[in-house]
């Protein structure tokens, strides 16, 4: 009898003991004093949302690399800002013209990754940015981008940097282009904690509901809350219910009372996206915490 206590004792504290591993918090790395950011890898330089952007950015001494994130029909999150093969600087497998026609043909929700993989996203020259650097480069997956980066810090012996990762998802996209935020938050998650960079990494959004499902599942992980609208800094924190890390307006929204009522908070401000130096010195003079630009060259 008292061998059986024992066993299931022992059975016990094992159970407990891998439990409380699983629940175990991670310690979140201190975040920049001030943090700059390069808009989808810097995508004024570079092709957006690629790895090669990515080291980029942290050649360039950037602290933070922001990128979009969307989910395959294969389950797969991939790093795009657009839900489809955007036209705009993308080319075909066999390096042909997207007709405008089949703008949105190439969705992510509805592909493989392995057909996704396929198109060139930075050999097209892109008007908008014509400074950016062109070269054949495929939408990564999220993992691979992680391994890539991790790899080139260890390396290079280079600061080791944050992930500003952003769900792309909406009310709307349920079911056709996004899965429900339930979803998209453990897929995302999951590829974070098994590459082991929870403590590096911010989560943001304008999707309030998957920033909620992180706040209620992931409550170590950082969240920063994406608006632009004319509404009251105070209603848009009321509207996303509880207290992000980071609040990251629309740049021309920023004023030094928003600032101010933030830091009341202790909430940090980084507004996207101001691409001149005038206006990042004119943020920087209202005391943001830092900022996201198209432009890393800006805020060396």
């Not at 995508?43 to 942290?58: D, F, Q, S, V, Y």
């Not at 929870?198 to 992931?218: E, M």
């Not at 992980?221 to 207290?243: E, H, I, M, Q, Y």
């Not at 909430?267 to 996206?273: A, E, L, S």
Request: with cysteine; glycine share 6%; hydrophobic share 35%.
């Amino acid at each position: 009898m008292k061998k059986t206590i024992c066993i299931a004792m022992l059975s016990g504290m094992i159970a407990t003991s891998a439990i409380a591993q699983k629940n175990k918090t991670v310690k979140n790395e201190p975040f920049p004093s001030f943090d700059r950011e390069a808009h989808r890898g810097g995508r004024g330089l570079m092709p957006e949302n690629t790895i090669p952007a990515m080291l980029n950015t942290i050649d360039m001494g950037m602290e933070t690399l922001e990128m979009d994130t969307h989910i395959t029909a294969d389950g797969k999150v991939v790093v795009s800002h657009d839900e489809y093969i955007n036209p705009l600087f993308s080319l075909t497998p066999d390096g042909q013209e997207i007709p405008k026609e089949d703008g949105k043909k190439y969705v992510f929700y509805k592909m493989n990754y392995a057909d996704i993989a396929k198109f060139d996203v930075g050999s097209k020259p892109y008007p908008a940015f014509p400074q950016q650097k062109k070269m054949k480069v495929s939408i990564p997956l999220l993992a691979d981008l992680i391994d890539s980066v991790e790899h080139y810090v260890k390396a290079t012996g280079k600061r080791h940097v944050f992930y500003n990762i952003e769900t792309k998802s909406s009310e709307k996209g349920d079911g056709t282009v996004n899965p429900d935020p339930e979803t998209f938050v453990k897929l995302l998650m999951d590829v974070i904690e098994q590459k082991k960079i929870t403590q590096w990494v911010v989560i943001q959004s304008f999707d309030k509901r998957t920033l909620q499902v992180l706040n209620k599942k992931y409550p170590n992980v950082r969240t920063s809350w994406l608006v632009s609208n004319k509404k009251s800094t105070a209603d848009n924190l009321a509207d996303l219910g509880f207290k992000p890390f980071i609040y990251s307006p629309n740049f021309s929204m920023v004023t030094a009372d928003v600032v101010r009522e933030c830091h009341e908070q202790g909430i940090k401000v980084v507004p996207w996206t101001p691409d001149t130096k005038e206006d990042i010195a004119a943020l920087k003079a209202l005391g943001v915490d830092g900022i996201i630009s198209d432009y890393p060259n800006f805020l060396q």
